[in-house]
């Protein structure tokens, strides 16, 4: 038994051998001679083929390699800025290129966001600078541009940033994909001085696309807005963002400009305290040393310490902070708020309009100075300029209730309003009054915070008002209760204790004027004039409850 062994082991193998040569067909039925044949000429053919492309490729890189590469001066990967060296080159922004500057060699630095080749003498590059985009060609010539040099081009990955020299020329027909579209650049040198390594998290072009693209083309990829979040630092590359951001840089600048030139202070006042300046339970605590602190809710207490302090017109733009555990598409816990506080001569109303110009001011200036990155803004996310009046609408709370009692809701006289009752409401005064803003004065006592004023002729009312925009509120404010005694009967009613506002009553104790104010969320008041839905693309890095990264 044990010298058969080997031999039916043999016998094996070649049995496993000539099973593994059997050739099957589609049916799974063994093939005839003939297809056999076919097939085996078939392999013959194919493996030829592949011969034939290693060999060209072989004799083309032999090419390539003998060519003289009369441009390896003029692009590559440049050493790393490490402040070496400060030349004297002149750099021309992409958006200050014009026809003008036809026939003229500028120096560029910009980001690649996209690179695409058209056979191996031609690439063309799309640049970005901020808000701008323009061509740049690398084409091969005699003496300038090289095989090697386009082929580099080509190869650059999407978001590395060049440095280049070109000369401006007209293209032939406007290039419509970029912004400057009249003139492109003929690229005469090109260097890579950072280079993207790692796979982008979203393409930039994804993430520019409006709801009518997708509407157009539902197969375009959609970048969900966590995945925007997540990588903000490139999220916020697109043109569309850097139009955002740039409005709301401008909101802050309008907001100082009215107010400086309304002789108002600009103020910096504390965001660690030792009481919720606000009120309620929505406080972040901290932990102070061996005590306990807050994040203010509010400059509130210090705008009103500064006035007694007789600054008279004082403002602020600075973070704060709110522990609502809010997932709203207009919540944050953290935002910027842009506080004022007026003292006035006899009646708050002197401060409620006083504001209200201050957002005409501000909307008139957005539109007319800012007019291309609204453009920018309008493309990706469309929405109609606001209506508003030279004089703002104000409507009393009895009104506004009447109003939406007309339509349908049922609310009671001293109930606040809901955020749907207040888009109705928007609706319902766009409708009537032709604006998309308006001021909303006598808000009910109940409603509002220990330091509002009550209303002198009815005490269910105060003299405190609110400013909608599309509908929605941009802006909280009231007159503020500036006597000691009525004061302590406020702080009282709302169950707060007196001790822990000690140093705030004793100010209104040594004498304080008559004034009124009022906070503004600088996210909501760019959210709701442009449109967008959700204020965490109006927020750089947005704070939630769910995010505190990146």
């Not at 979203?202 to 995945?227: C, I, W």
Request: contains cysteine; negative net charge; aromatic residues 8%.
């Amino acid at each position: 038994m044990a010298e058969q062994e080997p031999k039916s082991t043999a016998k094996v193998d070649e049995l496993a051998q000539k099973v593994a040569e059997v050739v099957l067909g589609e049916d799974g039925q063994p093939l005839s001679k003939k297809a056999l044949k076919k097939l085996e000429k078939e392999r013959e053919k194919e493996q030829r083929r592949q011969e034939r492309l290693a060999r060209e490729a072989a004799e083309r890189a032999a090419r390539e390699a003998a060519e003289v590469d009369y441009a390896k001066d003029k692009y590559g990967r440049a050493p790393v800025n490490m402040s070496r060296e400060q030349t004297q080159t002149k750099w021309t922004a992409l958006g200050d290129l014009t026809a003008d500057m036809v026939g003229r060699l500028v120096n560029v630095q910009a980001r690649v966001q996209d690179s695409r080749a058209q056979g191996n003498k031609l690439c063309f590059l799309v640049l970005r600078e901020a808000m701008e985009t323009a061509q740049a060609v690398v084409m091969v010539t005699k003496d300038t541009v090289s095989k090697q040099m386009a082929k580099f081009a080509a190869s650059i990955s999407a978001e590395s940033i060049v440095t280049l020299t070109a000369v401006v020329v007209k293209p032939e027909v406007p290039v419509e994909s970029c912004t400057v579209g009249n003139v492109e650049l003929r690229v005469e040198t090109l260097f890579v001085t950072s280079e993207v390594k790692v796979p982008l998290p979203f393409s930039l072009e994804d993430a520019m696309h409006s709801e009518q693209d997708y509407e157009k083309d539902p197969t375009l990829n959609r970048v969900g807005l966590d995945t925007r979040l997540n990588s903000r630092s490139v999220d916020l590359r697109t043109i569309t963002n850097n139009a955002i951001f740039k409005i709301q840089a401008a909101v802050c600048q309008l907001f100082r400009e009215y107010l400086i030139n309304q002789g108002a202070t600009e103020i910096h006042t504390p965001k660690i305290i030792s009481t919720a300046s606000e009120g309620g339970s929505n406080v972040f605590q901290i932990t102070y040393f061996k005590g306990a602190a807050f994040l203010a809710q509010s400059p509130q207490l210090y705008k009103q310490a500064c006035i007694a302090a007789d600054f008279g017109k004082v403002f602020e733009i600075a973070p704060v902070f709110r522990a609502e555990d809010s997932n709203t598409l207009r919540h944050l816990t953290e935002y910027v708020g842009l506080d004022l506080e007026f003292a006035f001569r006899e009646h708050y109303h002197e401060v409620m309009y006083t504001i209200g110009d201050m957002f005409v001011y501000i909307f008139k200036n957005l539109e007319a100075r800012w007019a291309r990155e609204l453009a920018i803004v309008r493309r990706q996310y469309p929405s109609e300029p606001i209506k508003f009046d030279e004089k703002p609408l104000r409507l009393e709370y009895p009104e506004a209730i009447a109003l939406l009692r007309a339509n349908g809701e049922e609310i009671g006289d001293f109930d606040d309003m809901s955020t749907p009752q207040e888009k109705l409401l928007g609706k319902l005064v766009k409708q009537k009054y032709d604006t998309d803003f308006y001021m909303l004065d006598k808000f009910p006592l109940a409603v509002r915070p220990f330091y509002t004023m009550p209303d002198p002729t009815d005490a269910n009312y105060s003299n405190s008002y609110d400013f909608f925009l599309r509908g929605q509120e941009i802006m909280s404010g009231a007159q503020r209760v500036h006597d000691a005694d009525l004061l302590k009967e406020r702080v009282a009613a709302h169950g707060i204790p007196l001790e822990s506002l000690d140093h705030y009553i004793k100010a209104f104790e040594y004498g304080c004027p008559p004034h009124a104010g009022g906070g503004v969320g600088l996210e909501r008041v760019v959210m709701f004039y442009l449109g967008i839905n959700n204020i965490r693309m109006t927020s750089l890095f947005p704070r939630d409850p769910k995010r505190v990264d990146p």
